[in-house]
């Protein structure tokens, strides 16, 4: 899990434009996340789950949409919290 999870992370940060500060273990939590958002997507979408194998081309393929999809939304809170705490000053 914690393999896939910097691949996914790794991929997600190599696709999405722009720069972030994120450690490896950041990076790490970040694809794990991208897993399990991957995960319930893919469950909602099209009705699989563990029981066919978490481990397949989709499953990856998932994680890595889910990553994304997890750094964008990480990136929208910590730029508005951002831009909060400049207007305040």
Known sequence: MIILG?????????????RDQMSIPAT?????????????????????????????????IGSIIGAIVALLIWRAVHTRGHSRAHVRH
Do not use: N, T
């Open 28 to 60: 790490i939590l970040l694809g794990v996340v991208g897993s399990f958002i991957g995960g319930l997507l893919g469950y909602v979408l099209f009705g699989h789950d563990l029981s066919e194998g978490a481990l397949q081309p989709s499953g990856i």
């Open 6 to 18: 910097l691949i996914a992370g790794a991929v997600a940060r190599l696709v999405v434009p722009g």
